[in-house]
T-cell receptor
Framework: KNEVEQSPQNLTAQEGEFITINCSYSVGISALHWLQQHPGGGIVSLFMLSSGKKKHGRLIATINIQEKHSSLHITASHPRDSAVYICAVPPNFGNEKLTFGTGTRLTIIP | NAGVTQTPKFQVLKTGQSMTLQCAQDMNHEYMSWYRQDPGMGLRLIHYSVGAGITDQGEVPNGYNVSRSTTEDFPLRLLSAAPSQTSVYFC??????????????FGPGTRLTVL
């Protein structure tokens, strides 16, 4: 099983701050997922990345395959970014059943 | 497109009762999964299906059954509910497996309480 660790578990920041959430995993993978769980409980996929960097609006995801590490950045954070951010990885190459991290609870204060 | 739908949204059961959680998707996705989410733990895979007629167990399958008679529907059956099955259940689908097709689409979840 691929072990997934996210840090920090909880993060509180002021509106406008630059946010970084980290994810480390133990076994080489084909792609890593970043998901967002809204306060109401719904889960949406933000990114799926195999290498390098992806950007969507104010969200940026990076991955370092050699170091088995990924980061999710939020620029110019806003209270609506308050959510739980979850990293997920498959157990190994060629197997796409996902193992999920426990999530990072982000709170942005106006 | 409605995406992935789940019913019911909330359910309370007594120990020993059985029930079926419904999941449907209208995106013609081949891959469907059921997860449970418990406090302090990541989502855990219960059962999954790679296409109609094909299902397999995930990490925590005990006490649950699934079937996949159509591409659209993937119901989860609790055979004899136990308090340990109190959880939030999510159904998800994706076009397939592999890094190009594995973007996950989640249903809204079912909050189940077993007394």
């Amino acid at each position: 099983k691929n072990e997934v660790e996210q840090s920090p578990q909880n993060l509180t920041a002021q509106e406008g701050e630059f946010i970084t959430i980290n994810c480390s995993y133990s076994v080489g993978i084909s792609a890593l997922h970043w998901l967002q769980q809204h306060p109401g409980g719904g889960i949406v996929s933000l990114f799926m990345l195999s290498s390098g960097k992806k950007k969507h609006g104010r969200l940026i995801a990076t991955i370092n395959i050699q170091e088995k590490h990924s980061s999710l950045h939020i620029t110019a954070s806003h209270p609506r970014d308050s959510a739980v951010y979850i990293c997920a990885v498959p157990p190994n190459f060629g197997n796409e059943k996902l193992t999920f991290g426990t999530g990072t609870r982000l709170t942005i204060i106006p | 497109n409605a995406g992935v739908t789940q019913t019911p949204k909330f359910q309370v059961l007594k120990t020993g009762q059985s029930m079926t959680l419904q999941c449907a998707q209208d995106m013609n996705h081949e891959y469907m999964s059921w997860y449970r989410q418990d406090p302090g733990m990541g989502l855990r895979l219960i059962h999954y299906s790679v296409g109609a007629g094909i299902t397999d167990q995930g990490e925590v399958p005990n006490g649950y059954n699934v079937s996949r008679s159509t591409t659209e529907d993937f119901p989860l059956r609790l055979l004899s509910a136990a308090p340990s099955q109190t959880s939030v259940y999510f159904c998800a689908s994706s076009r397939g497996t592999g890094p190009r097709y594995n973007e996950q689409f989640f249903g809204p979840g079912t909050r189940l309480t077993v007394l």
